[in-house]
């Protein structure tokens, strides 16, 4: 069955920020209509299976309390062991988080206290910036570094140092990288583990990327390069990235040490309001299905087509801007550092205009990375070829 990836939804007045805002303190212009490319969802319609699913059960006409399904579990251990090889998962190592950030916030509380300072990579996810600080924990930055053909690499010798002169006991570790496109190699995550492990650290694995990644490449789950990563690591994961559900809400967690398990599920329970969406459970399960793989299937080489086109543009007409082609996620990563000092445009002039002129994308210095953009390309093919064109018109002069 072929899938559409090349209809223009209109979301504007349909429960859209990514349509309804523009980040920025500018408008614009007239006569240009906005193509959202900031925050991280998709413009492609749902995927037939989750709408189906969710059809299905509003056919019975009762919404009252429930439990969670055996359907649920079983979809998940069935997506976990297919797609990411998830050997051991059982039932039991799976439970309910209402966002991946909220069950970022529950394991911070239930293992730091505030002031602690804990250990991240930048370019830095900036939820993780905003979710801790309003906690009151303390983020340390270790830098990526682009090796001599620009890919993003972790940079072990500076980690080791920080995490021993900062006495840092927990690291939020992303995986697929947001916003810098990488998927990390088994042996960057064994090399990275051992790090953890030399230093006692817990680790908080964001995965809610895992199954956007591209040709080529594979995810590997961080708690399945070693036992002690197994011991060590709680994990998150969500459909809503790879299906576009964020307005649904629903994550979950996959934890096998029963300790960390059982502080993270008596931290999270304390709110009374980390419970799931009877639709978003039902949605999960078309996600998770047959079809709904082979529609995330499908929609990956749409992306993968639309990184082709945008990488091989920037570098034809936009010199002295720095992309690594994504290896995973919808979103890439504009270093325009050496274009702003060769045409002696400050990067917030460059970024306001492309606004004014309808390319809404996002302030990369608010991921800890000077003089960046990040930009959403799950969108068609048709806007992402206009988008371009503007930004050659109008802003990259």
């Known amino acids: 069955m072929p899938y559409d990836f090349t209809t223009v939804l209109d979301r504007r007045g349909m429960d859209s920020i990514a349509a309804d805002m523009i980040p920025w303190d500018v408008s614009v212009d007239e006569g240009f209509d906005a193509i959202p490319m900031w925050v991280a969802d998709m413009a492609y319609p749902v995927a037939p299976p989750v709408?189906?699913?969710?059809?299905?059960?509003?056919?019975?006409?009762?919404?009252?309390?429930?439990?969670?399904?055996?359907?649920?579990?079983d979809s998940i251990l069935s997506w976990q062991r297919r797609r990411h090889g998830a050997l051991g998962l059982e039932r039991e190592h799976i439970g309910y988080e209402n966002g991946v950030l909220g069950g970022v916030a529950a394991a911070v509380q239930a293992f730091t206290a505030p002031g602690e300072k804990i250990l991240v990579h930048s370019p830095t996810y900036v939820g993780f910036t905003h979710t801790v600080g309003n906690l009151g924990r303390v983020l340390v930055h270790s830098p990526l570094r682009r090796d001599e053909d620009g890919i993003w690499r972790m940079d072990y010798a500076d980690m080791e140092e920080k995490i021993a002169a900062e006495h840092i006991h927990l690291v939020i570790f992303c995986s697929p990288h947001n916003p810098a496109g990488r998927v990390w190699e088994r042996a960057e995550l064994e090399k990275a583990m051992a790090v953890f492990e030399k230093h006692d650290c817990l680790v908080i694995s964001d995965e809610i990327w895992s199954d956007i990644v591209m040709p080529g490449f594979r995810h590997i789950?961080?708690?399945?390069?070693?036992?002690?990563?197994?011991?060590?690591?709680?994990?998150?994961?969500?459909?809503?990235?790879?299906?576009?559900?964020a307005g649904l809400v629903g994550s979950y967690?996959?934890?096998?040490?029963?300790?960390?398990?059982?502080?993270?599920?008596r931290q999270s329970e304390q709110s009374h309001y980390n419970s799931?969406?009877?639709?978003?459970?039902?949605?999960?399960?078309?996600?998770?299905?047959?079809?709904?793989?082979?529609?995330?299937?499908?929609m990956i080489r749409a992306v993968d087509g639309n990184f082709a086109y945008a990488c091989g543009f920037i570098a034809?007409?936009?010199?002295?801007?720095?992309v690594m082609r994504p290896q995973g996620t919808y979103m890439l990563f504009l270093d325009c550092h050496d274009w702003c000092a060769a045409h002696g445009v400050p990067i917030g002039e460059l970024q306001r205009?492309?606004?004014?002129?309808?390319?809404?994308?996002?302030?990369g210095e608010d991921f800890v990375w000077p003089e960046t953009i990040r930009m959403n390309l799950a969108l068609p093919l048709s806007r992402l070829r206009e988008a371009m064109e503007r930004l050659k018109q109008y802003a990259f002069v």
């Open 51 to 73: 709408l189906d699913a969710m059809r299905k059960r509003l056919e019975f006409p009762s919404l009252g309390y429930y439990a969670m399904s055996d359907e649920y579990f």
């Open 221 to 245: 789950p961080t708690q399945s390069v070693s036992e002690d990563a197994r011991r060590r690591t709680i994990a998150f994961y969500a459909p809503s990235k790879t299906f576009s559900l």
């Open 276 to 298: 799931c969406n009877v639709l978003s459970m039902h949605a999960l399960v078309g996600a998770y299905s047959p079809e709904g793989e082979r529609w995330a299937e499908e």
């Open 316 to 322: 034809e007409h936009f010199p002295g801007v720095k």
């Open 353 to 363: 205009r492309a606004v004014r002129k309808g390319v809404i994308w996002q302030n």
């Open 253 to 265: 967690h996959i934890v096998y040490s029963r300790y960390l398990r059982e502080r993270l599920v």
